[in-house]
Every structure is written in structure tokens, then in C-alpha cells.
């Protein structure tokens, strides 16, 4: 069978900008949100990826007629839904599908959803999501591998998350608009992402308050009315690139950066000696990769260090003369980069969820493989560096959050083209 994989030719001049496109993890919320109402919605700076495919796939088949009017905008129209069954089929290939679930009930009080698998950074379960719609009155049955969700009388209620996680934020939220009386989440998570929907959400008449905080109070409210937004930059892809631009000693400029979704990423380069400037949302920096200093990370909820810029930081710290640290505390298996780091001449090793980086001169080129979208990402960064040819495989992970990488690495001189490999 034939799949696709990255040949990357290192060692190369790289020079040039970098643009951030709209963000994935707020974008697909609020393409599911459409679900909630009737009517027309026009969204734009969506991004070009794999995982927008698959859900306008999914909505879709539960009867949204969804048309893309440009490259990355689409036009939605919900004139009710043909079907209540989100299929494993459909919502195997992508986790966030789990959230059309609150939608769904908000919009005709009842739903069936695949439970989503797990993947390979972790079991990633739903029980959060779960707690949230029963505390709103909601009767869940879960047999077969779906879960099946009933509410007659749709009550405003206090929701306490064990965790800040960010589906359950969203799934709760979703359905608490539209319920009779106020609901209160307490230790909700504060993403960016979280503040996006939110706001596409109070544009459409919802009255949320406290967004950006960690306790968001929720009136809910007759019927929304359908508009017209834009979506936020992805912060994890502006990430991405101002880590490639460091490692480029300043060579690469990164347009779509807004500094306070990813403050503390942007703090923690600075703790290595980074100086950046950003007019607007261009970011540049004239400081030069081997003026860095080795520092100690920890993973955390926004507002703290961004899990999904682990491994793209994880690059950088394995080219920083010295030990840097780096501890995973969100997912339990998301390490997965580092034997393929290694393959490429870092010198890293993990002791439980902490990843030790002794700094080395340069990676070495080398057949690799992609384990999650944002590990592919960081793969590809250091094969950019690395003098010869490096083989990314797997990169359908890459494609799923990452808009036209190739294209975009070519146009700053890189050396990078899309193959078929036989596995
Ligand atoms: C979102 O996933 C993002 N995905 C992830 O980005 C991101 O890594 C993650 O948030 C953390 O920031 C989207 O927004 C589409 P969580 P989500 O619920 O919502 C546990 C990427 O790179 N948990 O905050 O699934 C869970 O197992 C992706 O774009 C429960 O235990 O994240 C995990 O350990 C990768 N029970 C932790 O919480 C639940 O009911 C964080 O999960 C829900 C979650």
C-alpha cells in the first residue's frame, strides 16, 4: 500500500516569511456550533486542513448543506438535521467529532455518538464531557461503543471540571446556551480556542460571561441567531514557525502571531535569551540559535506552556548547548518523538514524563515516522537542519493541522517534496 511521506534535503539557506492560517482547535467548535440552530452562517479564515475536511464529512451526514465559497471559507446552511447518529465510521478519524454531541441536544434534545478511540498520545477519555450533560438533565445510555444522550427538560446547572479540559469546556457549553436558567462552569478551560467560541457564540445572542477566566457563567437563551465570523490564528502552528525561525538564527519572520494565546511559549523562549519583536502580528528576531540557554519546561492548562508545542520546543532545546528539561503533565504517552529525535542524532532521554535534552551540534539526517500531528511538525524542523536527506513517514498526521507545509517551507528555500512510499 502506498503512503505519503516528507523528502527532506537539509542543510539548505532558509530565508523568508512564514503566515499563520486560522485556527484548527477553534475552528472545528464553531463549524460543530452551526448544529445548534437553524439558519445560514458564513465563517471565514478557516484553514485548509485534513481535519476540516473530515468534519464537513461528518456534519455533512447529519444533514448540515455546507459549501465552501473560497479557499478558506465556507458558507453553512442548517435547515435542520436528517440524521442524529454521528457514525464510528466518521468519528474514528477524528476525536473532536465527539463534540457535535452537545449541539446536537441543544438543537432537538437528543443525540448518538461514536465514543471517540483513543490515539496515540493517550486513552483520551470522555468522562468529563459525560458529567457535564447529565448535571444539564441530560439521560446518557452508552452501549455498542456509542453514547446516547436524551433530555426532555434542558436545565441550567453548576458544572465542576476535575480537569480544565478543553472538549468537555466546549461540549458544555454548547448545549448550556440554549438551556432554561443559568449555568455555571467552574474550572473551565481558558484556551484561546475556548474564547473564540465563546465570542461566535454571544455574536449569535448567547449571554456568556467570564470568558478567559477559568469560571464561565452561561444565561441561556430562547434561540440564537446565525452570523457571519472569523476564526482566530492557530497559536500552535505560530508556535511552529517562530521555533523554525530560531533555529534559523532569525532567517524566518512569522506573520499571524497574537503574543498573549501563547505568552507563556513566547516567555519561556525568552528565559533561553530570545529578543523578539512583533509589530502587529509579525514577529522577527535577530537573536542567533547558539546564543540559547538551556531551561526547564512543564506542560500545563492555558494559560501555561501549550502540550501541543512540546515537541516542536522539544526540537529546539535538543540544538541548546546544556540540559534542558522538558515535563509532560497533560497527556500520558506523548513522547513518541523522542526515539525518532534521537535517530537524528539528539541525545534525549525520559525518565517517567520528564524528557532530559542534552544539546547536541546539529541533527543528523535519518529515516523517520510521525506520530501526531504537532510530533511530525518537529521532525520536519529538525530535518530542515539536518545536512542529506531525511525521510518523514506518516505525514497524513502532519496534514491534519499544519495548511500546505510543503509549499510554504519551499517558498523560504527549503528542500522538501511529498512522496509515495510502499509500506
Ligand atoms: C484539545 O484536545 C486539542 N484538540 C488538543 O490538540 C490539545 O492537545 C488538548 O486540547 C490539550 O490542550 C482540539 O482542540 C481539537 P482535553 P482535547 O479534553 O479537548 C483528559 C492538536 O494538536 N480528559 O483538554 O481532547 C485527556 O485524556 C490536538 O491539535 C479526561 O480525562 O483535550 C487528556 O489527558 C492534540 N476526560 C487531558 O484531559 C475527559 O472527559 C486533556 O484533554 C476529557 C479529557
Redesign the pocket.
Known sequence: MNVEAFRIVGGKKIAGELTVDGS??AA??IFIATLIEKGTYILNNVPDLR?IRTLVQLLESLGLEIERMEKNSYKIKNNGLKSLTASYELVKK???SF?VMGPMLAHCGEAKVSLPGGCA???????????GFEALGVKINISHGYVEGKVEDLKGTRVVFD????????NVIMLAVKANGKTVIENA?R?P?IDDLCNFLNKMGAKISGIGTGRLEIEGVERLVPCEYSIIPDR?VAGTFIVASLMFDGAITVKGVVREHIESFISKLEEMGAVFEIKGELLSTKTKLSELKPVRAITR??PGF???LQSPMMTLMALVKGTSEIKET???NRFMHVPELNRMGANITIDANIAIIDGVDNFSSAEVMAS???AGASLILAGLLAEGETIVNRIYHVD??YENLEEKLRAIGANIERIKVEI
Do not use: C, Q, W, Y
Open positions: 484548527k482547535n472545528l467548535p481535519d477524528m476525536r473532536a463534540l498520545i493517550g486513552s483520551r477519555p470522555v468522562d468529563l464531557h459525560l458529567k480537569f480544565p479540559s478543553v472538549g468537555a469546556t466546549e478551560a484556551e480556542e500552535i492548562p492555558h501549550p502540550t501541543d497533560i497527556f500520558e501526531d500531528l504537532r491534519r493541522g
